[in-house]
């Protein structure tokens, strides 16, 4: 069973508002990653890691940052949000070795920007 | 481009046999995996080929024909909870996955 955690679940903000979303995961996994998914559409990554230190930007990372300070935690912020930023947000992780495509999935965060 | 193509929707019934295609163009390869994701919720890994061929695992078969850039998942003995979205993801020459939007099976009684 994956455990990885995602918070807050569901979250409604105004316009301009920064914003971080925590992703923690307890497997030890090196690699973790940030999609973006809106309904009935494809998985978009937004950011991803390989390591402490190491962060990567995905093919839709305009407008927010990350952090891997940690093996375990993997935040990621919206220093403004706006409506267009309105989805649903899936952290995932997975083992090491660059064949490895079996991703542990948190529950997502939706966000609502008004 | 790369881009993976599935049918936005399918439908079957409960018992019955369903197969779900997805075709891919992608920058190298290095696997193809599909992803089950129940409303509402994440995906969660069901099968990886990167050899053609067919691999079972239960209910659930995938195939791959990497010649014809092909895959499809066979489910039988459709059971209700089946009826999630599929999503088939190849794994390019950057060992970075790539996404198809899914396709949402309804099972009908």
């Known amino acids: 069973e994956a455990d990885i955690y995602q918070t807050p679940r569901y979250l409604v903000i105004g316009t301009g508002k920064k914003i971080t979303l925590e992703c923690s995961q307890t497997?030890?996994?090196?690699?973790m990653y940030w999609y973006q998914q809106d309904p009935g559409m494809e998985l978009h990554l937004i950011h991803y890691s390989y390591g402490v230190n190491s962060t990567e930007k995905g093919d839709l990372s305009s407008e927010s940052t990350v952090s891997r300070i940690r093996t375990e935690h993997f935040p990621l912020t919206l220093e403004s949000a706006r409506p267009s930023h309105t989805s649903q947000y899936l952290c995932?992780?997975?083992?090491?070795?660059?064949?490895?495509?079996?991703?542990?999935f948190g529950e997502g965060s939706r966000l609502t920007v008004l | 481009g790369q881009n993976i193509d599935q049918p936005t929707e399918m439908t079957a019934t409960e018992g019955a046999i369903v197969q779900i295609n997805c075709t891919y163009q992608t920058s190298g390869f290095n696997g193809l995996f599909w992803y089950q994701q129940h409303a509402g919720e994440a995906p969660t890994f069901l099968s990886y080929?990167?050899l053609d061929g067919l691999e079972e695992k239960g209910r659930f078969s995938s195939f791959l024909s990497r010649s014809k850039g092909y895959s499809y998942l066979l489910l039988k003995e459709l059971q209700m909870k089946d009826s999630a979205s599929y999503l088939c993801?190849?794994?390019?020459?950057?060992?970075?996955?790539?996404w198809g939007a899914g396709t949402k099976l309804i099972i009908k009684p």
């Open positions: 497997m030890g996994h090196d690699k």
């Open positions: 993801a190849v794994m390019d020459s950057n060992y970075q996955l790539i």
């Open positions: 080929n990167v």
């Open positions: 995932a992780s997975s083992e090491s070795g660059r064949e490895t495509g079996e991703l542990f």
